[in-house]
């Protein structure tokens, strides 16, 4: 989608994959219209992005006379589920989609021993302890298919290996090395290869340096570049596969000619390594001679122990239908939810107690990892939009948060005042909340950001000032006076907090004009003493409030005061200093009125 | 806007009262005339009682404002008026004049001595003409310059008197040709002229008197009103805008969206804490630590106060044992999970946190009581901007948590929330969130956009956030949110994300917004 995910935490984009148009409609069998493949997408849970083609991108992306030559083939770019990398390919896309149309029954994927072995040595556990591997025996690549392998493990990278951190994905043509295959960790200048696509060779450190400036492999370089000893992984010959998460080696590239692929992922995180190798030997094993036949390779650890890799674990689970049923708010027996189970891949059957399902979880849905999941995939089949929608019962009685309650009061106070009301970011510069208004950073409490991309985002404000400032600085072509207002938190650091920090609401007025009208924000402030019923005081009163001068370096000097009420200080109002202004690009005088809110709660 | 919205009255009534003594008289002058001859135009108005042709207008547009006294026609005509170098020419004379004048009547002049005295352009039409009415001649000087000399003694200078005519209308006796060269000559350019045509009236009479601009308290003590005519009003101008502050459109929406919550029984989350530990910004979200939302590039990391002091610590081991795994019926993310990362602060990225926070009071109860809270506050995220993205927005969130609550449930209080925003079309669409499961996306069916556009996001939280809490197993918490800033931009039609916050919004903008009413 356009917009980022709201509940969704972050705006991690969903991926997106290409697929062409017709080759997805030949494997599913029939054509679709747009809207037609559009609804089948959205009720499980795709989004069909765009519809477009590689000269249109090109097109848009360069320029016509670029795209002239490309294919003018339509392609569809399909949204995926962030947790489905099942769905990352067309092979796995298409596959998905049969199935829940119960078109096709879900393969049942296999690994059998064979004979290749990798050993891991000690040395890998300081930098990338994690391997594992498999071989794809016998396959056949059409253009199509090859190209979707290459795309797949990008994408994969670019998913759940972040950025190869996680996990580095190697694929071999096993033809051109030979076993047994050993995983290392060495000093950078020991290593010596020719790199895939290269004609000379480089040690490990010339190699850091020539892909430098590669506008692809240049983002992975940080992975292990300060490390000591870089990973490598070599064949019996010493001829390397891949310095991982790097490159892979000339010697053993694959080619759409290609009959026997070793695929080696190398991790920090082992679990997402048997992910990743699970998913790319499931969706290519069906080109293989035997499809859906896996070869295993033995991985040797580095306490002799042997791991078969990959496991294509099929786990079972027991499920009532009660509890679907609960949870979902539908009435439909377990042999219909398990025919509606078997349609999201999870082959399920109903046992003879009538209650119980049983769920057998494959290995292409790692995604699956608590009976919620089987909840949510039985009412993804059974349709979200089928679902008859109830009110719920819960039976509350509602309240404000006392402090927004009092600042939408005052909010509203201050417009019928007169002020019109703006809304500034509370992200600043540094100068924003100290230099322009005559302080040092040091002296200011304020929380200060570790990754800001600009100077706009350096600290959190502690002061409304500079946002009202800047606003009216925008808006300088308008009709004198301009006066406006602004109730919002500002942040302080706080070592009483459990994270550091507090939030402070304030409210801040600022008139502007050709004269400063001190009497202006004066006024205001009797004003809003008024609405919160705070009586005139004297300074020797313990109640109501009084102004008493004061020296702000904001303000300029003899026309700044300090608000007190109850015998606390809770404000400051005055003429702005003439440099405060002029760092703000404003030609005329201003005052300005700041008080805490939260003295009146 | 405020100079129209000012001139029914304003403008008006001081051009009357400027007036006031000369222009009855005025309106006067022109019904004798009328009652003399029938009709007569505006222009010969003006010629004959020798007013300013504008000023007639004017009297005669408040004659015609009084019902019944004057028919008015318009006319179009052809008017010759004087080019600015045609006033100049008939103030101060002809360029060949001007230059005749300054040549010597005996010796002659130098052509460069002339060159002198006028700007090149004068010299050249005034020698240039003073040849061809062979008032002058030229000599040569054997050197590059020239001697002009008089070839007649005096000159009379027919173009200044005739202009002097036509600017005064009085363009009798001008032959078609002379207009031509004079307009060949730029001195004269011909525009079209409206006049106005007035005739008695069904109700003509001369005996009017002058309306009055508006009741006054006097008249009313007196009675004087009584009997007076009143100048009327012209309806079709705008009011005077009042004086007033104004509230901020964002705000406004911010506003009904707390009234609608409020109408449906929630309860205002304290979202006050913009600073949050990645634990309860993350970690108790079930978001494991490698999660890429978890990136710099994505999430403001503080720097100063980089770590929070501390966590709940029975309840951070529990969340560690269920991101770690086989807890609580979940597999979960089979990694090694850290302390120190859980500490690291963040400017919160969503208002979530503060969900989290809440169910983990709630949790903390002796009993469990069923809640319904809300929140409409900002959040933070360290990403590409661009006209729909900015690093800070508001998220609107809303949750129930009670025993037993079901999907349909869910589906049940979108709708009830989105017929309060006028949106009664809506369908589901499975995605996913890190902590919810089931995930669905709100659609909704835009009648004008002819399309279904994404609203919100929704789901039921995770056992695997609600169980470490302490929760009881059969509590279900349904969940959705969307951000104030998207339905505002759609409804308001903002195309720019900055126009509608931060310091760059046009405060006019937030004079002219309208009243919020969501469901219009």
Known sequence: SVFRPFLCSNSIAMPTIGVKRDLLFEALGRTYTDEQFEELCFDFGLELDEVTSEKLMLTKEQSEKRAEDASEAIIYKIEVPANRYDLLCVEGLVRGILIFQDKMVPPRYEAIRGKERLVIRKETSGVRPHAVAAILRDITFSQESYESFIELQEKLHQTICRKRALVAIGTHDLDAIEGPFSYEALPPDSIRFKPLNQTEEFTATELMEFYKTDSHLRHYLHIIKDEPLYPVIYDRNRVVLSMPPIINGDRSKIHLGTKNVFIECTATDLNKAKIVLDTIVTMFSQYCAKPFVVEAVEVEQPDGSVILHPELPYREEFITATEINKKVGIEESSAKLASLLSRMCLVSEPMRDGKTIKVEIPPTRADVIHGCDIVEDAAIAYGFNNVKMTIPKTNTIAAQFPLNHLTDLLRNGLAHAGFTEVLTFALCSRDDVATFLNKKIEDVPAVHIENPKTVEFQVARTTLLPGLLKTISCNRNLALPIKVFEISDVVYQESSKDVGARNERWLCAVNYNRAPGFEVVHGLLDRIMELLEVAPGKEKDAEGYFIKATDDSAYFDGRCAEVICGGKRVGILGVLHPSVVRKFDLPMPCSALEISVEEFL | ?520
């Open chain 2, 1 to 520: 806007r405020n100079i129209v919205r000012n001139r029914r009255l304003g403008l008006k009534t001081i051009s009357f009262a400027d007036h006031a003594m000369e222009e009855k008289s005025l309106h006067q002058k022109i019904l004798d005339v009328v009652s003399e001859r029938g009709s007569a135009s505006s222009s010969a108005l003006a010629k004959h009682l020798g007013y300013d042709h504008q000023t007639v207008v004017g009297a005669i547009k408040s004659l015609h404002s009084l019902p019944g006294v004057v028919n008015v026609e318009q006319r179009q005509t052809e008017l010759w008026r004087l080019t600015g170098e045609g006033k100049d020419v008939a103030q101060n004379g002809s360029h060949e004049v001007i230059v005749f004048e300054a040549v010597d009547s005996k010796k002659g002049t130098l052509q460069s001595e002339l060159e002198k005295k006028f700007p090149r352009e004068r010299l050249e039409v005034g020698v240039r003409q003073g040849l061809v009415k062979k008032w002058l001649e030229l000599k040569k000087t054997g050197t590059d310059d020239k001697l002009l000399m008089r070839k007649v003694k005096v000159v009379n200078d027919e173009v200044k008197s005739t202009l002097q005519k036509i600017a005064e209308q009085r363009l009798e006796g001008i032959g078609e040709s002379q207009f031509k060269d004079l307009q060949r000559r730029k001195l004269l350019i011909k525009g079209a002229f409206t006049t106005f045509l007035v005739s008695k009236g069904s109700a003509f009479t001369t005996q009017i008197e002058k309306p009055v601009a508006e009741l006054t308290a006097d008249m009313i003590a007196s009675g004087a009103w009584k009997g007076k005519t009143f100048k009327p009003y012209n309806f079709s101008a705008l009011g005077l805008s009042p004086k007033s502050g104004h509230l901020h459109p964002l705000m406004k929406v911010r506003s009904e969206f707390r009234q609608i919550f409020l109408e449906m029984g929630f309860t205002e989350m304290p979202t006050n804490n913009f600073v949050e530990s990645s634990f309860w910004n993350f970690d108790a979200l079930f978001q494991p630590q490698q999660h890429p939302a978890r990136d710099a590039h994505d999430t403001f990391f503080m720097k100063d106060p980089k770590y929070a002091a501390e966590l709940p610590e029975e309840y951070a081991e529990q969340v560690k044992l269920v991101h770690e795994g086989n807890q609580y019926g979940s597999i979960g993310y089979q990694y090694d999970w850290k302390f120190e990362e859980a500490k690291k602060n963040v400017l919160r990225t969503h208002t979530t946190a503060v969900t989290a926070r809440m169910l983990y009071k709630l949790s903390q109860q002796e009993t469990f009581s069923p809640v319904k809270y809300f929140s409409v506050d900002r959040v933070f995220r360290n990403e590409a901007l661009d006209a729909t993205h900015l690093a800070e927005f508001h998220q609107i969130e809303g949750f129930i948590a009670d025993y037993d609550l079901t999907l349909a449930n869910l589906i049940g209080i979108l709708y009830e929330f989105f017929k309060k925003l006028g949106m009664t079309n809506l369908k589901f669409k499975p995605t996913y969130n890190p902590y919810t499961e089931p995930s669905m996306e709100v659609f909704s069916y835009h009648d004008e956009l002819k399309k279904w556009i994404e609203v919100g996001n929704s789901g039921v939280f995770r056992p695997e956030m609600l169980l470490p809490m302490g929760l009881p197993e059969n509590v279900s918490v349904i969940a959705w949110g969307l951000s104030l800033e998207r339905p505002t931009m759609i409804k308001y039609n903002v195309a720019n994300i900055r126009d509608l916050f931060g310091h760059k919004v046009d405060l006019q903008m937030v004079h002219d917004n309208p009243l919020c009413r969501l469901d219009k």
